[in-house]
């Protein structure tokens, strides 16, 4: 059986964000950035097809190593990776400023106030390793900050990711080198508030 394939990005994915790069994160890291989200897509499909093609016999699979258990593993990476890619490059390039529509009073009534959230996601990306993501939780009809370290460790399950914030150093190197903290600032002067509210609409 032949396996569906996701999408690979192309620079129209990009365009929002490059044209909002006058904000401080550069066309260059955009383009630079574009080919790693391809990377994530590509093996992704890669991963896929290796599946389709693999006999799968318990009697086979081992935890310390088999080749299903490794591209299992490495599936959660590469498709996370190509995920948050989607959410980060599609709510960036707007107008920033405090949060708008129902995801800002979701952020009070968690936060108690939008400056509070941007405080508590801005600390959340200089302590994570990879990656913040604001997300709603279904189950409790609330938004809180996650942190993440790798592109597999999404925090929890039945939340949905609704804004995600890139921490590794490819995301800002080549604009501000090793300053995060000015990369988020930059970053939060760009998110776009229209984008974070349509995926919260999908999510509830």
Not at 136 to 147: H, Q
Not at 185 to 193: H, T
């Amino acid at each position: 059986m032949e396996p569906k394939l996701v999408r690979v990005p192309t620079e129209d994915d990009i365009q929002k964000a490059i044209a909002a790069s006058d904000k401080g994160i550069s066309e260059a890291t955009h383009r630079a950035h574009l080919t790693l989200w391809q990377g994530y897509a590509n093996k992704t499909n890669e991963i896929r097809k290796a599946l389709a093609e693999l006999e799968v016999d318990p009697a086979k699979a081992n935890q310390i190593y088999s080749p299903l258990r490794a591209l299992k593993v490495n599936y959660a990476f590469a498709l996370g990776g190509y995920k948050n890619h989607n959410v980060y490059f599609d709510t960036l390039g707007g107008a920033g400023g405090p949060a708008t529509g129902e995801v800002a009073g979701l952020i009070d009534a968690a936060y108690g106030s939008f400056d509070a959230w941007k405080t508590d996601i801005k600390a959340t990306g200089i302590a994570s390793r990879g990656w913040a993501f604001l997300a709603y939780d279904r189950d409790e009809g609330t938004v809180f900050n996650f942190a993440g370290d790798g592109q597999d460790t999404f925090p929890q399950w039945n939340c949905e990711l609704i804004l995600a914030l890139d921490v590794y150093e490819h995301a800002y190197f080549l604009d501000v080198q090793t300053a995060r903290a000015k990369y988020i600032d930059n970053w939060l002067g760009q998110i776009d508030w229209d984008a974070v509210n349509a995926r919260l609409a999908k999510a509830k």
